[in-house]
């Protein structure tokens, strides 16, 4: 089993639709948590933390569920400008040991 | 800010032939890390630094080495190019659990 396990998509969805993405990780250990957006052929940058209270940001919300290990996406009133790869981020015990998933793709259509 | 950069943008190696890719970061993050990024596997780590003068190997390792000398620079070199190194190479950054990727290189290897 893959440590972090993620939907590949590409999940097409059109504009001012809601959208919501799992990611699961094996590691019971995980600790820290984190979605990354990626454009095509650009680097990943961090999109938002995941806490365990959940966390939002304008539209977007992540969610932490430890019992069953995943976190999750929302994103609600999707734009055109929100196309692009999310990847789910996983730590165990410290910065270093850093694993991501291999993404989910979003394409909102006119 | 520069944040990070990484040179050359993209390169067609001939195998065997030997290459350094380069990193420069300017804020003077202690932790630096070089990435992998295929189709279908995701983003995996290669070796990394936590601080300038230590590294450490991360999940594919092999083919790869780098060095530390400071805290801007973080260097990765192909000893002698095979054709499975044909990827996408990123180095990234950080200081805490945020990682910030440069523009990443695109190495093809013939």
Redesign the interface.
Known sequence: RKEVEQD?GPFNVPEGATVAFNCTYSNSASQ?F?WYRQDCR?????LM?VYSSGNEDGRFTAQLNRASQYISLLIRDSKLSDSATY?CVV?VGG??K?T????TKLQVIP | TAGITQAPTSQILAAGRSMTLRCTQDMRHNAMYWYRQDLGLGLRLIHYSNTAGTTGKGEVPDGYSVSRANTDDFPLTLASAVPSQTSVYFCASSDSYEQFFGPGTRLTVL
Do not use: I
């Not at chain 1, 650009?42 to 961090?46: Q, R």
């Not at chain 1, 991501?100 to 993404?103: D, L, N, P, R």
């Open positions: 590949p820290s984190f650009k680097e990943p940058k961090l933390s990847l730590t910065y270093q850093v991501f998933g291999t993404g």
